[in-house]
C-alpha cells in the first residue's frame, strides 16, 4: 500500500507536477496580454513604408470594478461607444478579464488613465500605420483589427511580421480582486522581424503619379503598371488605380473594399492582344535557328494579304493594306507593323505541339510562384481541343487569357537573354534588434526559353518598333527603347463587348542590354483605344523619370 501511495505522489509530483503548478497559477495569477509590435516593411532603399505605433487596448476585470454604472458612463464618452454594451461587459461574471475597446491612441488613452477607474486597466499594442496611405496598398495588403495579416505582403509573410506577445502577471485573490502586495511577472513581448521590399519607393511613386495621370486624361475603368528588373526577376514598382489608403479602409463597405484592396496585375486574366506577339516571333526565330523546316526564316517575306480565312473563318488585319504598307513584309516589320495575318502563319505553319511547347516554356498556363496569394495561373485552350482557328487567333493574342505579371515575365525572357526568371516582392527578413539576417531571397531562373541570339534578335526587332513603329510615342531621345503596343477588345460574360478594349504597352531599356520592363494596361479607355496612342506615353514618362532618378547617361 505504501509502495503504490509512494509511486503516486512521485506520478503527480515529477510527471503531473508542471501541469498542476500551472493550473494553480491561473487560479491566483491574472495575465494581462502584452502585444508584441508587428515588423517593419521598408523598401528596397530602406525607406520605411508600414511601420507599428504605439497604441492601447482598454481591458476590465469584472470583479476589480467597484462602480460599473459609472465606470460605464465615462468610458462610453471617451470610446464613444454604446454604455449598456460596456455595461454589460463590466458586470459580467466568470471570466477573469474582458476587452473593452482595442487599438486606441495615446490620447484616448491618457484620458482614460486620468480617470482612474477601478478595474479598468491599458495595455499597449501596436497600431499599424501606413507611411505613404494608398502608396502600394494592393501588395502591402492590410491588417485586421487585432493585428493580424488579412492581404497582401501582410498577410502572405504574417509569420515574420506579428511577433510574439508577452503578457504582465499579478497575484490576485479568490474573487480575482488585485493583491495590494502581490508579486508581479513580467514577460516581455518580442516584436515581429523587418521585410524588406524589392519595390523601389521612388520609382512606385513615380508610377503611381503617372497612373493618376493616366486616369484623369483617359477615364479609365482601371489603369496598372508593372515595372521590373528583367535581369533579376525583381519587382520594382506593382499599382493599380483605383486604390485605398490603407490608414483609412472603408471596412464598413466590404465590397468596395476588396474591389480596390485586390492586386488584379496577379489575380485578373485578360486578353493580352498583339503585346503576346513578342512569344510567336520568339518562337519562329528559335525554331528557325534549330532547324524546323516549318519555321520561316527572318528573311522571309510573308503574302501581302490582309485577310486569312481560317476554318472558314476571316482573320483582319487592324488596318485594310491600303497604299502596300504592308505589303512585302519580313518578321521584323510584322512586329513593327503588328500585323495579324503574319502571326496567324507563324502559329499555324509550327503548329499547336510546337506552340503549346513554347507556351509552356513562357510560363504561360501556370502561376510565376510570386511570393504572393492568390496569383492565377491564367487561361488555356486544352491542346487536345485547340482548333486551328483558336491556334491562328493564340498568334496574335485572342483565345488566351493572361495575368499582366504573365506577360510580364514571358517578355523580359524574350528579350533578356532567354532566361524565364521567377518574380519576388521581398528580398531580405531580418531582425533590427540584433541586426542579423534571417532570409535572404535571391533572383530564381526558372528555364530557358530561347537562346541568347534568339533573344538578341527579338530585342533589336521590338527596338525598330519603338523607332519607327506603333510604339514610337514611348520613345526616350538618346536612349534604346524597345517594346510592343496591344489592343484587345474585352470579352464580358462569354461575348465580345462593343466599343470595350484593354489598351497596353510593354517596354524596355537598353535595348541592347535590357534592365529595366514597364508593362501599362489603361483598362476601357474613353475615345482611343490603340494602346500606341493610349498606353505607350505613360510608359515613356517612367522611362524618362527612371534615367533621371538613376542619372543614366545617354547612348554617345
Given at each position: 500500500?505504501?509502495?503504490?501511495?509512494?509511486?503516486?505522489?512521485?506520478?503527480?509530483?515529477?510527471?503531473?507536477?508542471?501541469?498542476?503548478?500551472?493550473?494553480?497559477?491561473?487560479?491566483?495569477?491574472?495575465?494581462?496580454?502584452?502585444?508584441?509590435?508587428?515588423?517593419?516593411?521598408?523598401?528596397?532603399?530602406?525607406?520605411?513604408?508600414?511601420?507599428?505605433?504605439?497604441?492601447?487596448?482598454?481591458?476590465?476585470?469584472?470583479?476589480?470594478?467597484?462602480?460599473?454604472?459609472?465606470?460605464?458612463?465615462?468610458?462610453?464618452?471617451?470610446?464613444?461607444?454604446?454604455?449598456?454594451?460596456?455595461?454589460?461587459?463590466?458586470?459580467?461574471?466568470?471570466?477573469?478579464?474582458?476587452?473593452?475597446?482595442?487599438?486606441?491612441?495615446?490620447?484616448?488613452?491618457?484620458?482614460?488613465?486620468?480617470?482612474?477607474?477601478?478595474?479598468?486597466?491599458?495595455?499597449?499594442?501596436?497600431?499599424?500605420?501606413?507611411?505613404?496611405?494608398?502608396?502600394?496598398?494592393?501588395?502591402?495588403?492590410?491588417?485586421?483589427?487585432?493585428?493580424?495579416?488579412?492581404?497582401?505582403?501582410?498577410?502572405?509573410?504574417?509569420?515574420?511580421?506579428?511577433?510574439?506577445?508577452?503578457?504582465?502577471?499579478?497575484?490576485?485573490?479568490?474573487?480575482?480582486?488585485?493583491?495590494?502586495?502581490?508579486?508581479?511577472?513580467?514577460?516581455?513581448?518580442?516584436?515581429?522581424?523587418?521585410?524588406?521590399?524589392?519595390?523601389?519607393?521612388?520609382?512606385?511613386?513615380?508610377?503611381?503619379?503617372?497612373?493618376?495621370?493616366?486616369?484623369?486624361?483617359?477615364?479609365?475603368?482601371?489603369?496598372?503598371?508593372?515595372?521590373?528588373?528583367?535581369?533579376?526577376?525583381?519587382?520594382?514598382?506593382?499599382?493599380?488605380?483605383?486604390?485605398?489608403?490603407?490608414?483609412?479602409?472603408?471596412?464598413?463597405?466590404?465590397?468596395?473594399?476588396?474591389?480596390?484592396?485586390?492586386?488584379?496585375?496577379?489575380?485578373?486574366?485578360?486578353?493580352?492582344?498583339?503585346?503576346?506577339?513578342?512569344?510567336?516571333?520568339?518562337?519562329?526565330?528559335?525554331?528557325?535557328?534549330?532547324?524546323?523546316?516549318?519555321?520561316?526564316?527572318?528573311?522571309?517575306?510573308?503574302?501581302?494579304?490582309?485577310?486569312?480565312?481560317?476554318?472558314?473563318?476571316?482573320?483582319?488585319?487592324?488596318?485594310?493594306?491600303?497604299?502596300?504598307?504592308?505589303?512585302?513584309?519580313?518578321?521584323?516589320?510584322?512586329?513593327?507593323?503588328?500585323?495579324?495575318?503574319?502571326?496567324?502563319?507563324?502559329?499555324?505553319?509550327?503548329?499547336?505541339?510546337?506552340?503549346?511547347?513554347?507556351?509552356?516554356?513562357?510560363?504561360?498556363?501556370?502561376?510565376?510562384?510570386?511570393?504572393?496569394?492568390?496569383?492565377?495561373?491564367?487561361?488555356?485552350?486544352?491542346?487536345?481541343?485547340?482548333?486551328?482557328?483558336?491556334?491562328?487567333?493564340?498568334?496574335?493574342?485572342?483565345?488566351?487569357?493572361?495575368?499582366?505579371?504573365?506577360?510580364?515575365?514571358?517578355?523580359?525572357?524574350?528579350?533578356?537573354?532567354?532566361?524565364?526568371?521567377?518574380?519576388?516582392?521581398?528580398?531580405?527578413i531580418s531582425d533590427p534588434i540584433p541586426g542579423q539576417?534571417?532570409?535572404?531571397?535571391?533572383?530564381?531562373?526558372?528555364?530557358?526559353?530561347?537562346?541568347?541570339?534568339?533573344?538578341?534578335?527579338?530585342?533589336?526587332?521590338?527596338?525598330?518598333?519603338?523607332?519607327?513603329?506603333?510604339?514610337?510615342?514611348?520613345?526616350?531621345?538618346?536612349?534604346?527603347?524597345?517594346?510592343?503596343?496591344?489592343?484587345?477588345?474585352?470579352?464580358?460574360?462569354?461575348?465580345?463587348?462593343?466599343?470595350?478594349?484593354?489598351?497596353?504597352?510593354?517596354?524596355?531599356?537598353?535595348?541592347?542590354?535590357?534592365?529595366?520592363?514597364?508593362?501599362?494596361?489603361?483598362?476601357?479607355?474613353?475615345?482611343?483605344?490603340?494602346?500606341?496612342?493610349?498606353?505607350?506615353?505613360?510608359?515613356?514618362?517612367?522611362f524618362r523619370e527612371i534615367i533621371n532618378y538613376k542619372?543614366?547617361?545617354?547612348?554617345?
Open positions: 500500500m505504501f509502495a503504490v501511495i509512494f509511486l503516486r505522489l512521485g506520478y503527480i509530483q515529477i510527471v503531473w507536477g508542471s501541469e498542476l503548478k500551472a493550473r494553480a497559477g491561473e487560479q491566483w495569477q491574472r495575465d494581462l496580454p502584452l502585444r508584441a509590435y508587428r515588423g517593419d516593411i521598408v523598401d528596397t532603399n530602406g525607406s520605411l513604408l508600414a511601420t507599428t505605433q504605439t497604441g492601447y487596448s482598454v481591458y476590465a476585470r469584472p470583479q476589480s470594478v467597484e462602480n460599473a454604472e459609472y465606470a460605464a458612463e465615462v468610458l462610453s464618452n471617451i470610446l464613444q461607444t454604446e454604455k449598456s454594451t460596456l455595461y454589460e461587459k463590466l458586470t459580467k461574471r466568470g471570466v477573469s478579464e474582458v476587452t473593452l475597446r482595442r487599438q486606441i491612441n495615446s490620447e484616448t488613452a491618457e484620458q482614460i488613465r486620468n480617470c482612474n477607474i477601478a478595474g479598468v486597466y491599458l495595455a499597449s499594442e501596436g497600431l499599424r500605420s501606413y507611411v505613404y496611405g494608398d502608396l502600394l496598398s494592393q501588395v502591402l495588403g492590410f491588417v485586421s483589427s487585432d493585428g493580424t495579416g488579412q492581404t497582401g505582403l501582410e498577410a502572405y509573410y504574417d509569420k515574420y511580421l506579428q511577433g510574439i506577445n508577452g503578457m504582465l502577471l499579478t497575484e490576485t485573490d479568490l474573487v480575482g480582486r488585485e493583491l495590494n502586495n502581490g508579486n508581479t511577472t513580467y514577460i516581455p513581448a518580442v516584436n515581429g522581424l523587418t521585410l524588406t521590399l524589392t519595390i523601389d519607393s521612388v520609382i512606385q511613386t513615380v508610377a503611381e503619379n503617372v497612373l493618376e495621370l493616366a486616369m484623369y486624361q483617359q477615364s479609365p475603368q482601371a489603369a496598372r503598371c508593372i515595372v521590373l528588373d528583367v535581369t533579376t526577376g525583381e519587382i520594382l514598382a506593382m499599382a493599380s488605380k483605383p486604390s485605398v489608403d490603407l490608414n483609412n479602409l472603408p471596412r464598413d463597405d466590404v465590397e468596395y473594399l476588396m474591389k480596390y484592396s485586390k492586386n488584379t496585375l496577379l489575380t485578373d486574366v485578360y486578353e493580352p492582344g498583339s503585346t503576346f506577339k513578342v512569344l510567336t516571333a520568339s518562337a519562329c526565330l528559335e525554331e528557325y535557328r534549330n532547324g524546323n523546316p516549318k519555321a520561316f526564316s527572318p528573311e522571309h517575306i510573308f503574302g501581302s494579304s490582309g485577310i486569312r480565312i481560317v476554318d472558314g473563318s476571316k482573320i483582319s488585319c487592324w488596318t485594310k493594306h491600303a497604299n502596300g504598307k504592308h505589303s512585302n513584309q519580313n518578321l521584323s516589320d510584322a512586329l513593327n507593323n503588328s500585323c495579324n495575318p503574319v502571326f496567324t502563319d507563324i502559329a499555324l505553319s509550327l503548329g499547336k505541339d510546337t506552340m503549346y511547347e513554347y507556351l509552356e516554356k513562357f510560363g504561360y498556363g501556370s502561376v510565376t510562384g510570386i511570393d504572393f496569394a492568390g496569383e492565377q495561373a491564367g487561361l488555356l485552350v486544352p491542346q487536345n481541343a485547340v482548333t486551328n482557328g483558336d491556334l491562328a487567333r493564340i498568334g496574335f493574342g485572342q483565345t488566351i487569357a493572361v495575368t499582366a505579371l504573365q506577360l510580364c515575365m514571358a517578355t523580359a525572357a524574350a528579350v533578356n537573354g532567354g532566361l524565364l526568371m521567377k518574380p519576388y516582392l521581398v528580398k531580405e539576417t534571417v532570409k535572404r531571397f535571391t533572383p530564381t531562373v526558372v528555364n530557358r526559353v530561347i537562346s541568347e541570339e534568339t533573344s538578341k534578335q527579338i530585342a533589336a526587332m521590338l527596338q525598330r518598333v519603338v523607332d519607327e513603329g506603333g510604339g514610337k510615342n514611348a520613345k526616350v531621345e538618346g536612349y534604346q527603347v524597345g517594346g510592343k503596343t496591344g489592343t484587345a477588345q474585352k470579352f464580358i460574360n462569354g461575348a465580345l463587348a462593343t466599343g470595350k478594349y484593354v489598351s497596353s504597352f510593354v517596354g524596355f531599356f537598353p535595348s541592347s542590354s535590357p534592365k529595366y520592363l514597364v508593362l501599362m494596361i489603361i483598362d476601357e479607355p474613353q475615345g482611343q483605344s490603340y494602346g500606341s496612342i493610349v498606353a505607350a506615353p505613360y510608359a515613356g514618362i517612367i542619372n543614366i547617361a545617354p547612348l554617345e
